[in-house]
């Protein structure tokens, strides 16, 4: 377990792109943290150090998924049933790509025993991450 007091979303972004360089495909990342605690933006940072500066990257909310030349970038919120997982490509992902999930707990019982968990928290005006 590491643990990380991150002051501002600069030092966020720079704990993403540090990250970011030691993941290999194929490999998950589950990010975990209320809604406004950074998952987004660590996703974000993360494909846009790996695919370039100026890669846009809307939040998947409302797709549910984007595609990032071997990076998935997956928003399970507004999944309801553990069976739509298969439908959005979710296992297909997993076993190819650099994965990253947020909202990760509908797919527990799919995730990889390797996969690396992110947890956000506030941590008075910043925030506390911790990997497991």
């Given at each position: 377990m590491k643990e990380y007091l991150l002051n501002s979303v600069e030092e966020t972004r720079a704990w993403a792109r540090d990250f970011?360089?030691?993941?290999h495909a194929p490999v998950c990342v589950a990010l975990h943290g209320d809604l406004g605690m950074g998952k987004s933006e660590i996703a974000r940072t993360i494909i846009q150090t790996l695919r370039g500066a100026d890669t846009v990257v809307p939040s998947p909310t409302f797709t549910i998924v984007q595609n990032y030349d071997?990076?998935?970038?997956f928003d399970l919120y507004r999944i309801n049933d553990a069976s739509e997982l298969v439908e959005i490509g979710l296992p297909y992902a997993?076993?190819?790509d650099i994965t990253l999930i947020e909202w990760p707990?509908?797919?527990?019982?799919?995730?990889?025993?390797?996969?690396?968990?992110?947890y956000l928290s506030e941590n008075g005006a910043g925030r506390k991450l911790v990997i497991k």
């Open positions: 970011a360089k030691e993941l071997g990076i998935s970038h997993i076993a190819n707990d509908i797919a527990a019982d799919i995730l990889p025993a390797d996969t690396i968990h992110v």
